[in-house]
């Protein structure tokens, strides 16, 4: 079984194009959505972070701006806080691979939007960078609610920068040509992937 890493900066379309790779039958690891259903009140961190951090708990719930806010710019905290999320997350990986691989897929896809900068493309055959222009890019980011100019920076600052990732990459998906060009770049890399095995 192929182990695709898929991973890109804010703002690229990384969401889009694992939409594509679900859609065409890839199974794909949410990083993301899997630590929202680990912080939610019945989630496995959650007791954890309201330990740490009471003052995010908003109506018996981790309030996600709140928390964002408090770790921000604070390495201390944010550290506390993937001391918390990354082991489980890791494990939660760890099974999805192994099911799939029972299941006997030829092809998973790990959705990770720090993979480069937490050394995730290890556990990867081959990593897809999605990209876009600068200029596509920022324009998505500022559409975000709650985004502003310096969180946007200070977002960009943790990342590292999208030329860098690319260099690095197995593959690059566009994602400022339109969905079409997109989408074919995703279908040939799967049809690349799946005849090794």
Known sequence: MEILGLTGSIGMGKSTAAGMFRHLGVPVYDADANAHRL???????????????PDVIVDGKID???LGARVFGDPAALKA???????????????????????????VVLDIPLLFETDGQKQCDNVAVVSAPGFIQKQRVMGRPGMSPQKFAEILKKQMPDREKRRKA???IPT???????FRVIQSIISELTHRN
């Not at 961190?45 to 330990?51: K, L, P, R, S």
């Not at 999320?85 to 760890?94: C, E, F, G, V």
């Not at 400022?176 to 997109?182: D, F």
């Open 81 to 107: 806080l993937e001391g918390i999320l990354h082991p489980l997350i890791r494990a939660a990986r760890n099974d999805f691979i192994r099911n799939c691989q029972r299941a006997g897929f030829a092809l």
């Open 170 to 172: 197995d593959f690059i």
């Open 176 to 182: 400022g040509l339109g969905r079409a060009v997109t």
């Open 39 to 53: 912080t939610k009140p019945d989630g496995a961190a959650f007791a954890d972070i309201a330990a740490l951090f």
């Open 64 to 66: 996600r701006q709140l």
